[in-house]
């Protein structure tokens, strides 16, 4: 027998291993994390987590949410989908994207730049790290994926009230802590 995740370490609609759920009440912790903790927690969100809500808008300013898998390269993320699809189309042509990582309490919200990535430029190391880490390889498939590098301008993370004034740990791509 193989030893698996538990079913609270998956997010309900996927079977990849999510980071610990820091809401869990016997992780709570008292008041507001300090800028440099709450940093650390984001960076290791973007590392272990594996999906994230990728916010689009199309030519007309229709918007789409979409879950793409990610992967973070300590600074910019990067995503896959079919060139085709709606998200696809929605990033390859408007230049700027909203991506949501976490739950509720728990939340990363990473506004950026995108960069479309063509997979045959794609260097070996990159896409096979994409693959560990998401379980799917884009590379493999024969219908056009792309890929697109999110780099973060501004990003957000916060638990509970107690943390909106804190929440922005980056501003113009720079980190603030």
Known sequence: MTATPDAADRTPTDSHPTAPDPTDPGRAA??????????????????????AWVATVDDAATPRLTVLSFLWDGSTLLLSTASASPAGRNLATNATVQVGI?????????????????????????????????????RTIRSAYAYYRVRPVTVQAWREEDELAGRWLMRDGVWLA
């Open 30 to 51: 008292a008041g507001p994390r300090t800028a440099a903790q709450r940093r650390a927690d984001t960076e290791h969100r973007l590392t272990h987590d594996v999906d």
């Open 102 to 138: 976490g739950r509720t309490r728990d939340v990363v919200l990473v506004g950026g730049t995108v960069e479309v990535v063509d997979r045959d430029t794609l260097s070996a190391q990159e896409g096979d790290a994409f693959a560990v880490k998401t379980g799917f390889d884009p």
